[in-house]
């Protein structure tokens, strides 16, 4: 057995759906990875067919050309060991649901053959663990370790096994979920150890969240520590989707030794390639961990980079934006800035019956920062066209009996304007620009469906919808002082109060807006959406109670300062609450496509049911005793 191996991770760059694509680019690293005497090559799971293809995974036609491409893959091996994740399927049994069995898969290929397991029926290591959590459904489509082991009545231990090379090399391979085993009764890296694995390795299609690869960084190393043994994670980029959620995929490829350091790790959202030689006999080789967490700067760089992949994807070249005047419309044109020469992006301003002309004129200097296109398009004569049309209808029944006159309320009319600009408007400038529209809506506005069906929501994709308003004002912030190294977003947008300017009530000259007020909000809403135990009122209301409000949603302040009596907090609550669970499900299921970033991204990250809105029995005592007085409004901790 060598003392070392030359040894490469690739980071490469996987299309959903394109297995012929995905295998001509392996076969071109393989091909590199000769050249340079690399003798272990590794690339991410489902490298061949991509990860999140939704119900693809049916097609018979689709499974061949996998199998296909693998096959590609084995007899281009030669001597180097070639590690790859892909779908495998044994006709000869089915799955649950009556389909062909198929299984999350990963191969090692070597001199023309796929080495076998130690144990187990297949020439392919199975994934153990498949989660379903978050964006994840694999036990929708895959049969995993576990359920084998219980068809063939052996123990789970007894089918992880290591994969033995010629030399004699023990590789532990494992596939991403099989190394976060914490809350799982099977531990297949455990197994996999006592087997004796020389070297383990995690092939991943591990979609970017802020600050995940933190906790990767942690969790791997203390594998690698008390193991004593190299631990190789290779995460692939790109983007992927399940339709409703656009997931980007990072990379941040690593290698640790056995004591924890790590090296070789494979830059964020690029194809890289990091090569060294790895000592098999337990020698360092790394350096001491960097547990740096994300922030705004990533943020950034992951809302960018998905963005262009998507638009790439969906064949767009040239964007539209409705620019307000506001911090979200100048956050998103000021990306896709980034991404579009200025004569493919147009920014748009509606101005309407109570637009001021202090938010036109942050528009039109936005414009010129960024050397865009701009224009501005009034919808005054639309909306009281559509205000006289509306106002002059009688509706009556057949026969006379029944008759209704119509009549637009002033919030109505606010509505008639927000989807006005979009729908009327932004969407024929679009089309006339030869390209399409942007959605600006941020996390915040979407909790609480603060947005117009069929108006501001429309959108071929929400870029800036997974992140809160406080994110979308430190973005900004960001843009100007990083990304640009100058002020393109105007001091005066990012300052002013956030308004709709729908009513005489939304004027930003006299400092009035949204009713939100962002920085309770959005630690609230938090709450709801983004903890792994969400949060409800019933929870919101206890620690009231006990005095730890503050504490427990990390606010700037104690909540009396934002709310002077319990009947306003209250109202306040359950106002938002009954938005969140009720509308605001239907306005976002019509939602466009939502980039994610953080955790629990609306769409299939975050799966709602429209069931109404509820509150609990222990919520409602709570509420009685809040507001009798039984309980104090307020009492520090």
Same mark, same amino acid.
């Not at 590789?171 to 297949?188: N, R, V």
């Not at 994807?313 to 980034?338: E, I, N, Q, T, W």
């Not at 639309?382 to 049309?389: A, F, I, S, W």
């Given at each position: ?60 036609? %689709? ?20 590690? %790859? ?79 033995? +090379? ?18 799982? +009764?099977?531990?297949?890296?455990? *197994? ?27 969790? %791997? ?29 990072? #990379? ?89 020469? !200025? ?34 398009? !009034? ?15 009688? +509706? ?35 089309? *006339? ?7 600006? +809506? ?42 640009? #190294?100058?002020?393109?977003? !105007? ?69 009396? $300062? ?25 306005? $976002? ?17 975050? $799966? ?30």
């Amino acid at each position: 057995m060598p003392e070392s191996l030359r040894t490469r991770l690739a980071q490469i760059e996987v299309h959903p759906g394109d297995p012929a694509r995905n295998t001509a680019r392996m076969l071109e690293c393989i091909e590199s990875a000769s050249r340079d005497k690399v003798e272990l090559i590794v690339f991410p799971e489902m490298a061949v067919p991509g990860y999140l293809i939704g119900d693809e995974w049916e097609r018979g036609s %689709f499974l061949r050309e996998c199998e296909a491409c693998a096959d590609e893959i084995r007899a281009a091996a030669g001597r180097m060991l070639v590690v %790859f994740g892909t779908v495998a399927t044994d006709p000869s049994r089915l799955n649950e649901d009556g389909r062909v069995r198929k299984y999350n898969a990963l191969y090692v290929a070597h001199d023309g053959t796929f080495l076998h397991p130690a144990s187990g029926p297949y020439d392919f290591v199975v994934k153990s663990l498949l989660p379903n959590y978050r964006e994840f459904d694999d036990s929708r489509h895959f049969y995993d370790l576990r359920k084998l082991a219980a068809e063939e009545k052996v123990p789970f231990s007894e089918l992880v096994s290591p994969v033995i +090379a010629p030399s004699g090399l023990s590789l532990g391979c494992m596939l991403c979920e099989d190394a976060w085993d914490t809350d799982y +009764a099977s531990k297949p890296l455990e *197994a996999l150890c006592a087997r004796r694995a020389h070297i383990l390795i995690n092939c991943s299609a591990s979609p970017f969240t802020l600050s995940k690869n933190n906790k990767r960084g942690r969790v %791997f190393s203390a594998h690698a520590e008390r193991h004593r043994r190299p631990f190789l994670y290779v995460n692939n980029v790109g983007i992927q989707n399940n339709g409703k959620t656009i997931f980007t995929f990072d #990379g941040s490829s690593c290698a640790y030794d056995g004591q924890g350091h790590s090296m070789a790790a494979g830059r964020m959202f690029e194809e890289t390639f990091p090569t060294f030689d790895m000592p098999i006999d337990g020698r360092p080789f790394g350096d001491p961990l960097d547990l740096r967490t994300d922030g705004v700067a990533e943020a950034a760089q992951a809302v960018i980079y998905g963005t262009d992949r998507f638009m790439k994807s969906c064949g767009v070249r040239k964007v539209a934006v409705g620019v307000s005047g506001g911090v979200d419309s100048a956050v998103v044109a000021a990306l896709y800035s980034r991404l579009l020469k !200025p004569e493919d992006l147009l920014l748009v301003n509606m101005p309407g019956p109570f637009t001021s002309q202090t938010t036109i004129g942050l528009a039109r200097r936005l414009a010129a920062n960024l050397g865009c296109l701009y224009t501005e398009i !009034p919808i005054g004569d639309g909306v009281e066209l559509t205000r006289r049309q509306i106002g002059a209808v009688t +509706a009556a029944s057949a026969d006379g009996v029944l008759t209704r006159t119509l009549d637009l309320t002033p919030f109505m009319f606010e509505n008639v304007q927000a989807r006005d600009r979009i729908s009327r408007v932004l969407s024929a400038t679009a089309a *006339a620009f030869g390209g399409v529209f942007t959605c600006n +809506a941020n996390k915040s506005e979407l909790t609480v469906g603060y947005t117009t069906m069929y108006g501001d929501l429309g959108g071929y994709l929400a870029n800036i919808g997974d992140l809160w308003k406080t994110d979308v004002y430190e973005l900004a912030q960001h843009i100007n002082a990083n990304l640009f #190294g100058r002020e393109v977003i !105007p001091a005066g947008t990012i300052g002013l109060t956030p308004s709709a300017e729908l009513s005489e009530a939304q004027n930003v000259d006299m400092k009035k807006g949204d009713p939100l007020l962002y920085p309770y909000h959005d630690s609230l809403f938090r709450s709801w959406v983004e903890w792994w135990n969400r949060a409800s009122p019933e929870e919101i209301l206890a620690w009231q109670a006990e005095g730890t409000l503050k504490e427990k949603l990390s606010l700037p302040r104690q909540i009396t $300062r934002f709310f002077p009596t319990p009947e306003a907090f209250v109202e306040d609550l359950e106002r938002w609450w009954n938005q969140y669970r009720g509308m605001g499900v239907a306005k $976002r299921i019509q939602a466009p496509p939502i980039l994610a970033v953080t955790r629990r991204a609306f769409g299939f990250d975050h $799966r709602e049911s429209q069931m109404g809105v509820t509150y609990t029995r222990k919520y409602e005592a709570l509420k009685k005793k809040l507001l009798s007085g039984q309980t104090k409004w307020f009492r520090a901790r």
